[in-house]
Nanobody
Framework: QVQLVESGGGLVQAGGSLRLSCAAS????????MGWYRRVPGKEREFVAR????????LYGDSVKGRFTIFRDIANYTVYLQMNSLKPEDTGIYYC????????WGQGTQVTVSS
């Protein structure tokens, strides 16, 4: 199994930036991708970004392209989400996800963007 621990959420004004991090432990040798999803009030869970653990290929949801960047630290089994130009509609709970012979989820971290 893979355990995921997120950090970095908080409150920020519109136009500001936040960086989320997600540290993986356990069966990290089987990691295939790591990424982020979010649950925005009143909407279903939304894909935000994903990165291949080997190969570094990135994929982004349409609503965050050009504003968010995902990157990873292989040595520390950590994935980051740099969020710039934040908008109030980015407010929600952000969940880290890992694909590693199964799907694993973090506990979620709250991001609140004030207008």
């Amino acid at each position: 199994q893979v355990q995921l621990v997120e950090s970095g959420g908080g409150l920020v004004q519109a136009g500001g930036s936040l960086r989320l991090s997600c540290a993986a432990s356990g069966r990290t040798s089987s990691l295939y991708t790591m990424g982020w999803y979010r649950r925005v009030p009143g909407k279903e869970r939304e894909f935000v970004a994903r990165i291949k653990w080997i190969g570094d290929t990135e994929l982004y949801g349409d609503s965050v392209k050009g504003r968010f960047t995902i990157f990873r630290d292989i040595a520390n089994y950590t994935v980051y989400l740099q969020m710039n130009s934040l908008k109030p509609e980015d407010t929600g709970i952000y969940y880290c996800n890992a694909a590693a012979a199964g799907a694993y989820w973090g506990q979620g971290t709250q991001v609140t963007v004030s207008s």
